[in-house]
């Protein structure tokens, strides 16, 4: 380990802090840089995510069918001032026992540095006290956070340069250190930018399982799901009732969306025949899809009937897809396919419970939840709880207040022409 050679240092409070600024705005603005340019090659659509980032100071006026780049903007914005936040606060608040740290502590301090930021936000910050916003944790599994937070401490170790003036920087003992730290991180962005040109063209890191008709399969069945998950939500986005629940359903279709885009490319970059539409018989197995007189009821009702049928089948639709999501986990074969279905298993299972209103500290229980399983799928076990009707009977009771309410809205619409 490389020695912090701070023992003779007299440095005060005013050059920290201005140490500590300027580390903030070079490791958040890396963070997104990084999580730009790698988000799609773990089947992410960075619009996507930085519009539910948007939601949390924004809430519902940042979701769109089609992220906004004012939307867009604003996510860039609050996630640059989180990660410099939390410099602040390792390097500031906590600056007595930090800030005398050589870089190869730092660098080794930013993994449990960005496990506990990321969990906090995760699991208090955002979902409860100060911002009170579930999407952020229901939506986006876990470990999203925490990359995200682990690319910015990446930049850690830089703190112990920044802080010396430029005298004391020529007799640095861990200049070394910090020159091939650099270098590697200006490397992993060249990297990922070639990666991210390449991919422009159809040109992905080629495939990487053992069984290519699994995850064939996968992907043109989902494909097949998310076009009609696409169009629920897009009824929804323009007829529910309930303003949340349009909010909702405009969610539904950006990220089904990018989802989709990201499965045809793959599948372009990866497979050199081009993707079988599925069969009537492969439709018909499918677990969640709606057969054609579900969708034709779904249009036809009007309020305020709308808003229950509308949860309803789209819960019906999204247990489907968790179900085959948590196949792809179990079977598949591209390790970048079963990350992606992770991220869907979580988020699908995250959407229902937003459609029915959950949030504050049952949400994240339930986030953690789905974490690691499937929830809503689950057989009934001959021991033990079934926590597959644990998590409806939990949904119910809010499903019912909220349906409730909108009825309530609708009526007092109705007497009032």
């Known amino acids: 380990m490389i020695p912090g050679d701070i023992s003779h240092d007299k440095l005060g409070t005013a050059q920290r802090w201005r140490a500590t600024v300027y580390l903030g705005l070079i490791s958040s603005t890396f963070s997104t840089v990084v999580s730009q340019l790698s988000a799609a090659r773990i089947g992410r659509d960075a619009a996507v995510d930085w519009m539910s980032v948007a939601a949390i100071p924004a809430r519902d006026w940042a979701l769109t069918a089609d992220p906004s780049i004012g939307s867009i ?58 911002f009170w916003q579930p999407i952020f944790t229901l939506q986006q599994p876990y470990w999203i956070g925490f990359l995200v937070h682990l690319s910015s401490a990446s930049m850690y170790p830089l703190f112990a340069w920044l802080r010396r003036s430029p005298s004391q920087r020529d007799a640095f003992a861990g200049r070394t250190f910090l020159r091939v730290w650099s270098l590697g991180a200006i490397c992993g962005i060249l990297l990922l930018e070639a990666a ?58 950006a990220s089904q969306r990018g989802e989709s885009r990201i499965l045809a490319h793959w599948w372009a970059s990866w497979f050199d025949e081009p993707m079988k539409i599925c069969s009537a018989e492969e439709r018909a197995s499918m677990p969640g899809l709606l057969d054609p007189a579900d969708l034709a009821k779904l249009r036809s009702t009007e309020a305020p009937s709308f808003d229950r ?3 309803e089948l789209m819960t019906r639709h999204h247990k489907g897809a968790v179900a085959m999501a948590d196949s792809q986990i179990r079977d598949g074969s591209d ?44 057989v009934p076990r001959t021991s033990g709880m079934d926590r597959s009707a644990d998590h409806m009977s939990l949904l119910k009771p809010i499903n019912e207040e909220v349906m409730c309410a909108t009825r309530c809205a609708s009526g007092s619409t109705h007497d009032s022409e």
């Not at 939390?86 to 007595?96: D, N, P, R, S």
């Not at 209103?357 to 789905?370: I, K, T, W």
């Open 309 to 311: 049928l509308f949860v």
């Open 73 to 130: 903007a604003i996510g860039i914005a609050f996630h640059q001032w989180a990660d410099f936040s939390w410099a602040l606060v390792f390097f500031g608040v906590l600056g007595k026992w930090t800030a005398k740290l050589g870089p190869a502590s730092l660098a080794i301090a930013a993994v449990p540095w960005a496990n506990l930021s990321s969990a906090f936000e995760w699991l208090i910050l955002v979902p409860l006290f100060p």
């Open 335 to 378: 390790p970048r396919l079963r990350i992606m279905a992770h991220a869907i298993r979580h988020g699908q299972q995250g959407e229902i419970a937003l459609m029915h209103g959950l949030d504050g500290a049952p949400a994240v229980s339930l986030a953690l939840r789905n974490m690691l399983a499937d929830n809503f799928n689950l």
């Open 196 to 253: 991210a040109l390449f991919a422009a063209y159809d040109r992905e890191l080629p495939w990487a399982g053992r069984n290519p008709s699994v995850d064939q399969t996968f992907i043109r069945h989902m494909s097949t799901h998310h076009e009609q998950g696409i169009l629920m939500a897009s009824i929804g986005a323009e007829r529910a009732g309930d303003a949340h629940l349009r909010a909702l359903s405009k969610l539904m279709v």
